[in-house]
């Protein structure tokens, strides 16, 4: 029987696997269904009416379909709140103060993390893979953007354990597949491991079960 619930896109897509790694920290099953974007699979009439921009990833339950990865996550942890880690999007008994203090972190991520890190991966990790030549410009103009924001957040991150105070929430989540490929697929990981706090923070988000899961899932064979 398959599961109920399915997530369309590549795995080794950041944004794919940030989706995953929510689904495995709420425990709730799920199948990726591939999406041959070299083939142009993600611009397809069927495709385009689950993810309108032709991106990946895209979500789709018994109930409905989401895009957009950050948007997915919080519908899963509000849809699925009795599952799994029940704290990721924060504590009942902590309110809307709880709840703000994540926000404000994953809206940090997307706005001030996500541009510079992801145009770093890009033209080190995913343009030797698709056959293109690396922009080195970029990386010097990005890396230079990044540093301002990891500074930023090893302030942060020794003020507390986690971004939003003491617990993991979806707050750290989100920066899990960037900071993964900047460490493990790019020669910029002095970028996270070089800052104390951050490489703290880094060695035990990074050692969760769910987020070795997904990386066990990007590592694994692509099917013939």
């Not at 689904?23 to 611009?43: N, R």
């Not at 495709?47 to 032709?54: A, D, N, R, S």
């Not at 993964?180 to 050692?207: H, M, P």
Request: net charge neutral; proline share 7%.
């Amino acid at each position: 029987m398959a599961a109920p619930v399915t997530v369309y896109g590549p795995v080794i897509s950041p944004a794919v696997a940030r989706v995953a790694a929510c689904l495995l920290e709420k425990d709730v099953p799920f199948q990726i269904e591939p999406v041959d974007m070299s083939k142009g699979k993600h611009k397809s009439p069927s495709f385009l009416k689950l993810q309108p921009f032709g991106q990946v990833p895209a979500f789709k339950d018994h109930l409905t379909t989401v895009f957009e990865s950050r948007a997915i996550c919080r519908y899963i942890c509000d849809q699925y709140a009795d599952r799994g880690n029940q704290a990721l999007f924060g504590k009942k008994e902590d309110g809307a103060v709880g709840r703000a203090a994540i926000e404000q972190w994953i809206e940090s991520e997307g706005q001030s993390f996500n541009p510079p890190s992801l145009a770093i991966i890009f033209q080190l990790a995913f343009a030797p893979m698709m056959g293109r030549p690396t922009d080195l410009a970029v990386v010097e103009q990005n890396e230079s953007k990044l540093a301002k924001v990891l500074d930023v957040y090893d302030q942060r991150l020794g003020e507390s354990q986690y971004f939003a105070g003491d617990d993991f929430s979806l707050a750290d989540l989100v920066h899990l597949p960037n900071a993964d490929f900047l460490v493990n697929r790019t020669n910029k990981a002095g970028l996270i491991t070089e800052r104390k706090n951050l490489a703290r923070w880094w060695d035990d988000v990074s050692a969760r079960p769910a987020w070795k899961k997904v990386t066990e899932m990007q590592s694994a064979p692509r099917p013939s």
